[in-house]
């Protein structure tokens, strides 16, 4: 079974708009922890954000933030003001367990920003 | 730039050879993960290593192994090499084995001809 649920295999977003990225999880396991990456064009995966199990709040970073509802086991990203810099396929990811160990990856969405 | 170095970037070879791939990790990092970046499987976790020790397995064919060094480096090593293990494979690391964040490599293109 997918650990990690992408459903959106591409996006768009107008310049200076906000955009919400979609991911839900997986897991049986308290202790997890949930990543995104961004992909550009280049190839190199960029760490954006980061959200614990037991973090309260959402976490934020810049314009990128994660709405993290838990009890519907969904972590999306949302992006704040884009730019066409933005324009990338984003993953979303998940380490679980408390010696968690290997990083399991969704298939991605492909944001493109319009100018 | 991650901190994480991958060698070499690009890697053009023939059905059937061998090749290794190179990892050095972030200064402390003490994890290496690699991974298989391809169309049509997406990102496909291949193995971890913690301070030298094999910690998790995910879809690793037989035919490539990996293993990491006193000075924490990781080499993977694919062979027989087929059409389909045209891929991108990327090293990311991570200070330990706790809730933190992978950095990743700049990846190392393969392609098999």
């Known amino acids: 079974a997918q650990k990690i649920t992408q459903t959106q295999p591409g996006m768009f977003v107008q310049e200076k708009e906000a955009v919400t990225l979609d991911c839900t999880y997986d897991?049986?396991?308290?202790?997890?922890?949930l990543f995104w990456y961004k992909q550009p064009s280049s190839g190199e995966m960029i760490f954006l954000i980061y959200q614990g199990s037991y973090d309260e709040q959402n976490a934020t970073e810049g314009r990128y933030s994660l709405n993290f509802q838990k009890a519907r086991k969904s972590a999306n990203l949302v992006i704040s003001a884009s730019q066409l810099g933005d324009s990338a396929m984003y993953f979303c990811a998940m380490r679980e367990g408390v010696n968690n160990n290997d990083m399991r990856f969704g298939a991605g969405t492909r944001l493109t920003v319009k100018p | 730039d991650s901190g994480v170095t991958q060698t070499p970037k690009h890697l053009i070879t023939a059905t059937g050879q061998r090749v290794t791939l190179r990892c050095s990790p972030r200064s402390g990092d003490l994890s290496v993960y690699w991974y298989q970046q391809s169309l049509d499987q997406g990102l496909q976790f291949l193995i971890q290593?913690?301070?030298?020790?094999?910690?998790a397995k995910g879809n690793i064919l037989e035919r490539f192994s990996a293993q990491q060094f006193p000075d924490l480096h990781s080499e993977l090593n694919l062979s027989s090499l087929e059409l389909g293990d045209s891929a991108l494979y990327f090293c990311a690391s991570s200070v330990g084995v706790e809730n933190t964040e992978a950095f990743f490599g700049q990846g190392t293109r393969l392609t098999v001809v």
């Open positions: 290593y913690y301070n030298g020790e094999e910690r």
């Open positions: 897991t049986s396991d308290q202790s997890y922890g």
